[in-house]
């Protein structure tokens, strides 16, 4: 029997565990470092922190475990893969330089237009006036992207010239040298598209979900990491999801290579599919969260085997599900994102059944931090998946905040189908 080792904290990494759980072949996942409300049965949290390189390479020799798959993504830009590697630890996910797809704005978007992959006109400033001008260039809304990780709130689309020079101003004076990737505004249907990436261009593709970054309801309030998702997108035809990949995947993945920097593990596209096609907004090298709640529950095969046949460059033939969308509802602490409070109560395993819950920031039951679990639903249809996922959290006991429209587009397409 196999035993997995899971990097990170999140309800992505719970989500992660109960995939290779699933699998017949494996006995046992660690999670490191966990949280509380990781409790199933088979899992093993290890207090080890995703910066702790060193630690964590021990922990995979000492518990000798047979894979490892990297949740977060601040150990993937820090080079935990190189790290297994040279002790032939077998993991799953991109080298340090490969990772600066997520770690680098400005590495992305040089890689974007050098292999002219589509995505917005940009310009990547270290100053308040070099920002200006290419704000003057662009035009409103704009976007401004800080260069290095963000964990999800690095992006700010801006539509006013007064908040634009409030941006700046706050900006330069904090950080005088602050790389900063300005962006032309896309404007479209947003979706995502994850793509495990094995060894000698094997590659397989995930369903499209599409997640809910803003805080508040009818899409107000701040940028999150996530206040919910829903997958597969079926309003998206399959001819759009295949163009995407054909040219903005595809050409990244034989871009990295031809740089010698070849990327394995997994690549989550951000896509705006705009009047003119798809562009790339962002690059993540790991699952998003909350989709990977709601992607991950697909796979009706065995996950380990998947992954551990990309590791060995192996033909693999994919098995997701097609009867089902899958909701994901995030339950977070009230104050997030700005200053979540601590202690609220959350919803335990039993009270959310039938539905899944996957943890994220609990500790001793209670909320310790920003996002503090996803409630997953599924269903025939979009319409009855959000149903389901709401009766359900609308009548919990606990002072955790929530959007009350995830999927709201999926839904609106299911009733303009039906008249």
């Excluded at 020799?61 to 150990?75: H, I, R, W």
């Excluded at 997994?266 to 709640?293: C, H, S, W």
Aim: charged share 20%.
């Amino acid at each position: 029997m196999k035993k997995v080792l899971v990097i990170g904290s999140g309800a992505r990494e719970h989500a992660l565990a109960q995939a290779f759980l699933r699998s017949e072949q494996v006995e046992q996942v660690i999670v490191a470092p966990g949280n509380d409300g990781m409790t199933d049965t088979g899992l093993q949290r290890a207090a080890v922190a995703v910066t702790d390189l060193d630690g964590l390479r021990a922990l995979a020799v000492n518990e000798a475990v047979d894979l490892t798959f990297v949740g977060n993504e601040e150990p993937l830009t820090l080079g935990v893969v190189d790290v297994f590697r040279a002790a032939g630890l077998q993991i799953f996910g991109p080298t340090k330089v490969a990772a600066q797809l997520e770690g680098s704005k400005s590495f992305t978007k040089r890689i974007l237009d050098q292999y002219q992959i589509p995505t917005a006109q940009s310009r990547t400033v270290t100053s308040a006036e070099a920002a200006a001008a290419a704000v003057t260039e662009f035009g409103l809304p704009i976007v401004f992207k800080l260069d290095g990780l963000a964990l999800g709130k690095g992006v700010t689309i801006i539509t006013s010239a007064e908040d634009v020079t409030t941006y700046l101003t706050a900006l330069y004076t904090r950080q005088p040298q602050a790389k900063l990737v300005i962006e032309s505004y896309l404007a479209g249907v947003e979706f995502s598209i994850f793509s495990l990436v094995g060894q000698d261009g094997v590659v397989t593709h995930a369903p499209l979900a599409q997640d809910h970054k803003r805080r508040f309801d009818h899409d107000k309030g701040p940028n999150t990491g996530g206040m919910g998702a829903y997958s597969p997108v079926r309003w998206l035809s399959d001819e759009v999801r295949q163009q995407a990949i054909d040219t903005l995947v595809m050409p990244t993945i034989a871009a990295m290579a031809k740089e010698g920097t070849p990327f394995t593990g997994v690549l989550y596209t951000g896509v705006m599919l705009t009047a003119d096609g798809p562009k790339v907004i962002e690059f993540n090298v790991r699952f998003g969260d909350p989709e990977a709640q709601v992607v991950l529950p697909q796979y009706t095969g065995d996950f380990y085997q998947l992954i551990n046949d990309l590791l060995q460059g192996q033909a693999v033939v994919p098995e997701w599900q097609t009867d089902d969308v899958y909701i994901g509802v995030v339950l977070a602490a009230a104050g997030y994102p700005e200053a979540p409070e601590k202690g609220a109560s959350v919803p335990s395993t039993s009270e959310i059944a039938p539905l899944a819950i996957n943890y994220a920031g609990v500790k001793a039951g209670l909320a310790s931090g920003g996002r503090v679990a996803t409630v997953v639903a599924y269903a025939p249809n979009a319409t009855a998946a959000q149903a389901a996922v709401y009766e359900k959290i609308d009548h919990l006991p606990t002072d955790l905040q929530y959007r009350h429209d995830i999927a709201y587009q999926a839904v609106q397409h299911e009733a303009e189908s039906k008249d």
